[in-house]
């Protein structure tokens, strides 16, 4: 009787999670791409386990893995019977591994080293248990038979596939270059390395896929010209700056704000969040995906010109790095569509953080690697360590800050990496308190300026690409309450639902702050206070659809009268932010009649 209730047990659990899996790929089919990765989440190791059982090679099966993603990604919506999705996984899997052994696996065209032999070569002329004389010996012989007339297009790709592979060994240690060795041309197995270097399996692993990402960017380097970097010559260096405490209550959900004011208390130079806030726009910005609630609306914007302007208000000047890493699939391409391709190399990256710090600053760096519940977030980079090959960088969900590997950020799909430059002169204008306090109300002006122009634009931010758009003001509570009115036929994105309401309802709440703040005086500061009202009113509703929908990573659909609750909420927020801006855009007219641009 016991073992037939845990057989029920263990079916039921299996049905459950059938059942889940099913609704989460319908749910990717309709374009839910949080869905979509909680189902590659739950079933990536199931699928590295099938590519490697046929290819016998993890490294790999980690790329083929990488690859069956990237297409079943793309082409999800043919699934025609989303309850079959492991199945129609485990055939991409299969294909993409079946396509990559047919090219040759690993070594593509080409042969391991290995069965190269001393009856292939004059022995007098090579030493077989040197390295650099089989290469040398490979080189002339593919020259040689480039020039007799066999095949020469053939032989002359060895010779340069023979010449490149000399060209970046060199920067490959000692021990790295002897291991690197024994598994690809010796065709030593990793238990056979590690019991001949008293080292354990999995290190041997480790050292393996460290010379291979090392000999890929020196390769790049080659092939672009660049000088080459000799492994354990270079100098190497490490500096880690001592970022200032960052109290709870001085953060911001908005990281882009938040990690441009640690950045500013690091240079001596802290500033209240809601002036942050305030400044930049951010308080008095939401911004709706047409398509779902999906939390991407958020991150849409200019990111350079932003940042310019806002560190321009503050004084401040900026130098950035900026693009899109070349055949990789590119999250956020609405806000970085027209960044520049670039190449996933260190030298394009690592002397910009090490001069940065070396100066005593920290690097705004946007991480694609940010913790549960974030997906990517804004970050500083304040330490780099060469020998060890990696960063230090804070991460909104890890208060003691976290560590990247060199090739974690030369390979991040997004690259946006900024320095602040030393504080702006001031305009030039009389001197003293009066002119202090202008220049405070005039920058204030701008910031309310730019608020009651944000809320009247529905379209604040268009991108390029064309099946992406976002609906931003006023505008965009209407857009949001209609993904949640859909219908139970189309529930709105959970994950997205948690992050836009609990990110809105603390810019509210800011917006409040910085407006009871402004340096108005009479009639103008008294509609400003009752503007801040009517925002703290605004996020105090959408705070209660945060409490009820929190910010986790689930796969839990939204019930339907959740959902109705939510948009009542939403109506609620809306008709207080409308009085809100009202009462902004009159205390403008008062203030630009008295304040000269």
């Not at 809601?274 to 991150?299: C, H, N, P």
């Not at 960044?339 to 600053?361: H, Q, S």
């Not at 959902?563 to 109506?571: G, H, I, K, N, S």
Request: with cysteine; net charge neutral.
């Amino acid at each position: 009787m016991e073992i037939h209730e845990q057989s029920s047990a263990g079916r039921g659990l299996e049905h459950r999670e059938a059942d889940e899996a099913r609704e989460l790929a319908e749910r990717a089919q309709l374009g839910d791409t949080e869905a979509f990765g909680e189902l590659i989440e739950r079933h990536r190791n199931r699928a590295k386990d099938w590519a490697e059982r046929i290819t016998g090679d993890p490294h790999l099966a980690d790329d083929i893995v990488q690859d069956a993603l990237v297409r079943a990604f793309l082409h999800i919506g043919s699934l025609q019977d989303a309850s079959r999705f492991l199945p129609w996984l485990h055939r991409i899997v299969r294909n993409q591994a079946n396509m990559r052994l047919r090219r040759g696996g690993p070594y593509k065209k080409e042969k391991p080293f290995a069965s190269f032999g001393p009856s292939n070569a004059d022995p007098d002329r090579v030493e077989w248990d040197d390295l650099d004389s089989v290469l040398r010996h490979l080189t002339r012989s593919a020259a040689d038979a480039a020039l007799s007339g066999q095949d020469p297009a053939e032989h002359l790709l060895r010779k340069e596939l023979y010449e490149t592979i000399r060209s970046v060994l060199h920067v490959l240690s000692r021990k790295e270059r002897s291991i690197f060795e024994a598994y690809f041309f010796k065709q030593l197995s990793p238990d056979e390395i590690a019991s001949m270097y008293r080292m354990t399996t999995g290190s041997i692993y480790t050292y393996i896929h460290r010379s291979r990402q090392k000999l890929k960017q020196e390769r790049i380097r080659v092939s672009l010209g660049l000088s080459p970097e000799k492994g354990g010559s270079a100098m190497v260096g490490s500096k880690v700056l001592k970022l200032p405490e960052h109290p709870p209550h001085a953060r911001s959900m908005t990281t882009f704000v938040d990690r441009v004011g640690q950045l500013l208390a690091a240079l001596g130079d802290p500033r209240e969040t809601a002036e942050l806030m305030g400044v930049s726009g951010f308080a008095f910005r939401m911004q709706i995906s047409d398509k779902a609630t999906y939390a991407d609306g958020i991150y849409m914007f200019d990111w350079r010109q932003t940042l310019r302007t806002f560190l321009g208000e503050l004084g401040y000047g900026a130098t950035m790095l900026c693009g899109q890493l070349a055949e990789s699939p590119v999250p956020l391409l609405g806000a970085v569509e027209r960044f520049p391709v670039v190449l996933p190399i260190e030298e394009a990256v690592l002397p910009f953080i090490r001069r940065t710090i070396d100066a005593g600053k920290p690097v705004l760096y946007f991480d694609t690697s940010a913790s549960r519940p974030y997906v990517h977030e804004w970050s500083l980079i304040y330490g780099y360590d060469d020998e060890r090959r990696l960063v230090h960088l804070t991460d909104a969900m890890k208060p003691e800050g976290k560590t990247l590997s060199y090739d974690d950020v030369a390979e991040n799909p997004v690259r946006f990496l900024a320095a602040v430059e030393g504080g702006r002169e001031p305009a030039v204008g009389p001197p003293g308190a009066v002119w202090e306090e202008a220049s405070r109300r005039n920058a204030a002006a701008r910031a309310l300026r730019f608020a009651a122009d944000y809320a009247r634009n529905a379209r604040a931010y268009c991108p390029m690409t064309s099946y992406l758009s976002y609906t931003s003001g006023l505008a965009a509570y209407d857009r949001w309450i209609g993904h949640l009115r859909r219908g139970p036929g189309s529930p709105p994105n959970r994950y997205g639902m948690g992050q836009l309401a609990a990110v809105y309802a603390e810019a509210k709440r800011y917006a409040a702050g910085y407006l009871r703040a402004v340096p108005f005086e009479g009639e103008a500061m008294r509609l400003a206070l009752l503007a801040a009202e009517a925002y703290e009113q605004a996020g105090e509703a959408i705070g209660e659809i945060a409490s009820e929908v929190p910010f986790v990573r689930t796969a839990e659909a939204m019930a339907p009268e959740l959902c109705e609750r939510c948009a009542a909420r939403l109506e609620k927020a809306r008709n207080f932010e409308a009085a809100a801006v009202e009462y902004v855009e009159k205390s403008l007219t008062l203030m630009e009649k008295g304040i000269s641009p």
